[in-house]
C-alpha cells in the first residue's frame, strides 16, 4: 500500500474550530456538553454535521438505526471502502471530545485531502455511529451492535429511557430513522478505524503524543434490582425495617472487594443508581443500578460476574430484601487486526510522534465493528485522564497529532492514487 508522504498534515485549526463549534450545541452547566442520543439537540449536531460532510463534497447515506455514512468516492467503484469515525452524542455531563474527536478528524481527512487534491482508490467513509454512550438507552455501542449482528433492531428499538420513551420512537421522532437497512454495509468494508480521547492517564503521564490500541478490555454491565419495604424513617423500628438503599450499599463494597481480588487489571463500579422513592424521610423500598466490571481476560469477566450474584444474593437473603440481575450490556476483550494496528504504528513512527502500545479500558464502536471488519483505535491524551465530565479537556496539538496519524492509516489504507 502507498504511504503518504511525511509532509502531510491536517489543519489543525480548523479541526479546533470544528469541535468548538460543535460545542456549542447542547452545552452543559460546567463548560461541557449535554447532547445525549436522539434529543433535540443530538438531532441538531446531526445536521450541523450533514451541513460540513456535504460541502466538503460527501454524499450522506442513513440507516434504520440512525447511523451516519457521509462518502468521499474513490477511484475504483469495485474498491472497498475505508470507514473513519466514532460518536456525537455524550454524556448528560459530558465533554467537548469523547467521540466527537473521532467523528471530527474523519471529516478533516476528506478537508484536507480536497485542499491537496489527492484521490484514493477506495471510498473513504465518515462515520457517526448512534448511541455509542449508552447513558440515555443501555447498553453502550447499541446502533454499532445493531449494524455488526450483536443486537437485533426490534430488541434496541425497544429499549427504555428513565422516562419511559423507547429508543426507536425518539430516533423517529428527531427524524433520523434512515431507509438503509441496518447492518447491509458490513460485508463491504476494507478497514475501520476509530481516534478518540484515551479517557485514562496514562499517555499524558508518560508524555506520549500517540496511544496505538492493540486491545479493548472486556465489559460486563449487570443491572440490579433491590426491593424492601417503603417505611418513614423515623417511627419504622430498626429491626422491623427492609432498606433497600442499605442492602445496596453492602452489595457495592462487595462490588470494590471483587474488583481489587483481580487487581491490577480489573475494575468494577456501579455509576447508575436509582433510588425509589427518593424521599428524605422514606425508607428506600427499591434500588436499581448498574455494575459495572471491566477486565482484559474474558475468564475474570465471568469470576466476577458469578460472585456479584452469588454474594448479593446472600447479603440480601440475610437482611430479607429481595434482588434480580439483569445483564444490559457487554462485550468480551477485543483484539485489533494486526494490519490495522501497523498502520497507526507506522504513521505515528513516520511522522516523529512518540508513541506507545496501550489496551482501551473503556468500550468504543470499534470493538463491535472489529467482529465484522478489519479494525484498529488511535488514542490522544486527555488531562488527567479525565473523560465523561464536563471538565474533560485536551490540547489543540493532541487533538492534531491524533488527527495526523488517523489521516496517514486511513489514506495509506484507502490507497493514494498518482
Known sequence: ????????????????????????????????????????????????FQKWCEDAGCTMGVDTMG??????????????????????????????YDGVLGVLAGLEIVRTLNDLGIKTKHPIIVTNWTNEEGTRFAPAMLASGVFAGIHEQDWAYDREDAKGKKFGDELERIGWKGDEE??????????FFELHIEQGPILEAEGKDIGVVTHGQGLSWTQVTITGK???????????????GLGMAKVLQLVDEIAWSHSPHAVGAAG???????????????????????????????????RLKIGAKEICDEMGLGIEFEKVGGFDPVEFDADCVKAVRDAADRLGY??????????????????????????????DGLSHNEAEDISLEWARAGADVLFHAVVETAEIVE
Open 1 to 48: 500500500m502507498a504511504a503518504p508522504g511525511e509532509n502531510l498534515r491536517i489543519n489543525g485549526d480548523r479541526l479546533w474550530d470544528s469541535l468548538m463549534e460543535m460545542a456549542k450545541i447542547g452545552p452543559g452547566v460546567a463548560g461541557g456538553n449535554n447532547r445525549q442520543t436522539v434529543t433535540d439537540e443530538d438531532g441538531e449536531g446531526r445536521k450541523l
Open 67 to 96: 447511523n451516519m455514512f457521509m462518502t468521499r468516492e474513490g477511484t475504483d467503484p469495485d474498491a472497498l471502502p475505508v470507514y473513519v469515525g466514532s460518536h456525537l452524542d455524550t454524556q448528560p455531563t459530558g465533554g467537548k
Open 182 to 191: 441496518v447492518g447491509s454495509r458490513k460485508d463491504k468494508m476494507k478497514a
Open 230 to 244: 417503603d417505611a418513614h424513617t423515623g417511627s419504622t423500628p430498626m429491626p422491623m425495617r427492609k432498606n433497600a
Open 272 to 306: 447508575h443508581i436509582d433510588v425509589y422513592p427518593n424521599s428524605r424521610n422514606v425508607i428506600p423500598g427499591k434500588v436499581v443500578f448498574t455494575v459495572d466490571f471491566r477486565s482484559p481476560d474474558l475468564a475474570v469477566i465471568t469470576d466476577m460476574e458469578e
Open 354 to 383: 512518540s508513541h506507545r502500545d496501550i489496551i482501551s479500558g473503556a468500550g468504543h464502536d470499534a470493538c463491535w465493528i472489529n467482529r465484522v471488519a478489519p479494525t484498529s483505535m488511535v488514542m490522544c491524551p486527555c488531562v
